[in-house]
């Protein structure tokens, strides 16, 4: 009899133990994900300028409630630094490294998830990747994309190396998809995450409407219709003699449909997403300059 009861107790316990962790992970899903997206003027570096004006972002976007806040593509060293000075390329580190550690720190102030475009140095393949870093709430770093379409052998990114690596990142208990500007242009690649269940997909970027570049939103509204998911795109203003990217937009795509857009002035914009309903609750940026 009392081998019954404890074998009831165990089973109750256990009973009880799993219940509260689906109600946990229900209750992180249920919560609204305010997002931060740092729209910056930061391509053509220098990276210590940029490192102080990502800071400041990251403190703004905090100071206003961030749970997640982007950086553009290769925000850390500046998309053109390697057309500006290609010696630059041998201060490229592997990451996280201390460099990058005043802004993890900040964003460790506010509890909230960093992705940082950065290059970085790949030590096993000895190559350099054009990658965006997720530190997660603690300043750990939780996951890497790196970018799979870079423009290798000429312009900008000559320097970087493309990689073969596609997964979701757990972020805040959301599986989230992230890749790096025209990734997001080669369909397979958000139809992957999808797959392996991302419920949004994230792309820093560097990618203005150009005669060259092309129009970057088809690319993004045809990825949110064929995945079914919301995509989020933090992009980069500025005025490089190589390409302006003053038109350049940083947007949320909803059901296949472009719901917030803005370019122009260097700004902080955020807005609310529901990871329990996949909806963007928020009807416009909160734009702070």
């Known amino acids: 009899m009392k081998r019954k009861r404890k074998i009831l107790l165990l089973i109750l316990f256990i009973a009880v133990l799993a219940f509260n962790g689906i109600c946990s992970a229900a209750e992180v899903q249920a919560e ?14 220098p990276q210590e300028k940029n490192i102080e004006k990502i800071e400041k972002a990251i403190h703004v976007a905090g100071q206003h409630g961030a749970n997640w806040i982007l950086t553009p593509e290769t925000a850390l060293q500046g998309y053109y630094f390697y057309v500006i000075d290609p010696s630059q390329k041998e201060k490229i580190t592997e990451q996280p490294s201390t460099t990058v550690q005043p802004l993890v720190d900040a964003a460790q102030k506010y509890k909230a998830t960093l992705f940082l475009g950065a290059g970085e140095y790949d030590v096993k393949a000895n190559c350099y990747r054009n990658s965006c870093l997720v530190f997660g709430p603690d300043g ?150």
């Open 32 to 45: 609204t994900i305010r997002i931060a997206l740092c729209h910056l003027d930061v391509s053509q570096g």
């Open 140 to 289: 750990k770093l939780i996951g890497r994309h790196s970018k799979l379409s870079a423009h290798v052998g000429f312009g900008a990114e000559v320097w970087s190396t493309n990689d073969n690596k596609l997964n979701p990142i757990y972020c805040n208990g959301v599986s989230t998809g992230v890749l790096v500007c025209s990734d997001i242009w080669f369909l397979q690649y958000p139809r992957i995450l999808a797959d392996k269940g991302a419920q949004i997909i994230i792309d820093i970027a560097a990618w203005p409407p150009t005669k060259e570049t092309g129009d970057p939103l088809p690319s993004w509204e045809l990825a949110s219709e064929r995945t079914g998911l919301p995509v989020v795109i933090c992009n980069q203003t500025g005025t490089p003699r190589w390409m302006d990217m003053t038109p350049g937009q940083s947007a949320v795509v909803e059901k296949g449909k472009a719901k917030l857009l803005y370019s122009g002035k260097e700004a902080v914009l955020l807005f609310d997403w529901n990871p329990q309903t996949g909806k963007v609750e928020s009807e416009e940026f909160e734009i702070v300059i």
